[in-house]
């Protein structure tokens, strides 16, 4: 199957809800994505090979390099809120990870007041709804409708990976006007190896709008001749036969969280809109915990009903 070749951790681009910047250990700017003079006020072509610390004022370059020294490790990244990047009031959501060249920023414009507070709490009763639930299916149920809620998503579905790497609806919450999924069964091409791989290292990702022109990083290779890995990145460019899959189901903006299982993909969170939607990156930090809590539910679930079934052969 020739998705499974498709080098998606590599497309070198970066959707147009937010730009990125890739700076050497010595903290010179060795990559930008071509959308940096729309967000940071500063063409790419001018920012390579420039310091990090020329970009902005002192005191926000003080705060982004400390945000390095809490990354101790590859996948794991930083996220800050509603920083005021400028110190003219102007909002925005980073990400910090580590990459094979040093360190990658990504900023995405605040548009607006995000109620952090308010989604957390939100985030703890719809948890405490999905725990009430002592049957697997009925919890899921609740889960897609919880995460539909708190999202504002057309269609919310759990898709769980089979033994044999097929794929299987296993619950839905949907508009009305919304194609139903329940139930139905995929192919194992139909989410690729190295999609999975991304799935299980990077947790969330959204696709805010399959129509919007993306941004080339430039240069397209380090001095070594490698292309920038944007494996954690959460703008990376969407391949397009994905794109393509999105527009043939209808849905102009999607969003996929991993559901994981002792280190394992056991399964995501699919949610599918028929317009373009933005969640910013505090919003989608809310999903992820939600997610994370379910997660340890769904755990606790499946190894009661591995034990009593073990019980019952034992039994037997």
């Given at each position: ?11 070198g ?8 910047l890739?700076?050497?250990?010595d903290?010179?700017?060795t990559?930008?994505?071509q959308?940096?003079?729309e967000f940071?006020?500063?063409e790419a072509?001018?920012l390579?090979?420039?310091?990090f610390s020329e970009?902005?004022?002192e ?16 996948d794991?990244?930083v ?11 102007r909002?925005f959501?980073?990400s910090?990870?580590?990459?094979v060249q040093g360190?990658?920023?990504e900023?995405?414009?605040k ?19 999905v ?9 899921m149920?609740?889960?897609?409708r ?5 999202t ?12 044999d ?7 839905e919450?949907c508009s009305v006007?919304?194609c139903?999924y329940?139930g139905?069964?995929?192919p ?19 696709i805010?709008d399959?129509?919007?022109?993306p ?5 397209d290779?380090?001095?070594?001749g490698e292309?920038p ?9 969407v ?11 209808d849905?102009a903006g999607?969003?996929s ?11 995501l ?6 317009t ?20 340890y539910?769904?755990s606790e ?6 034990f009593?079934?073990?019980?019952e052969a034992q039994?037997?």
């Amino acid at each position: 199957n020739s998705c499974d070749r498709v080098p998606i951790h590599i497309l070198g681009k970066v959707q147009s809800f937010g730009c990125l910047l890739m700076v050497s250990s010595d903290w010179l700017i060795t990559h930008a994505s071509q959308n940096c003079g729309e967000f940071l006020e500063k063409e790419a072509e001018t920012l390579i090979g420039t310091r990090f610390s020329e970009l902005f004022n002192e005191l926000p370059t003080h705060k982004l390099r400390g945000a390095t020294q809490a990354l101790n490790a590859p996948d794991q990244g930083v996220r800050l809120f509603a920083f005021d990047l400028f110190e003219d009031g102007r909002m925005f959501d980073i990400s910090v990870h580590q990459c094979v060249q040093g360190f990658c920023f990504e900023f995405e414009r605040k548009e607006g007041n995000s109620d952090s507070l308010g989604d957390l709490a939100l985030v703890r009763s719809l948890i405490e709804r999905v725990k009430k639930h002592s049957d697997l299916d009925a919890m899921m149920a609740e889960a897609v409708r919880a995460l539909r809620g708190l999202t504002g998503f057309d269609r919310v579905l759990i898709y769980k990976f089979l033994p044999d790497e097929t794929g299987e609806t296993v619950a839905e919450s949907c508009s009305v006007d919304m194609c139903r999924y329940m139930g139905l069964r995929f192919p194992a091409s139909d989410i690729p190896k190295q999609a999975r791989e991304l799935y299980r290292r990077n947790f969330i990702r959204l696709i805010a709008d399959v129509d919007a022109k993306p941004s080339a990083i430039i240069p397209d290779r380090s001095p070594e001749g490698e292309p920038p890995d944007l494996s954690m990145a959460v703008t990376r460019s969407v391949s397009p036969v994905h794109l393509e899959y999105l527009r043939n189901m209808d849905v102009a903006g999607s969003m996929s969280v991993s559901i994981i299982r002792r280190g394992e993909l056991w399964g995501l969170f699919a949610l599918h809109h028929r317009t373009p939607l933005y969640l910013d990156f505090e919003q989608r930090s809310a999903v992820e915990l939600f997610v994370q809590l379910f997660n340890y539910e769904l755990s606790e679930r499946l190894a009661d009903q591995e034990f009593t079934d073990a019980s019952e052969a034992q039994a037997l």
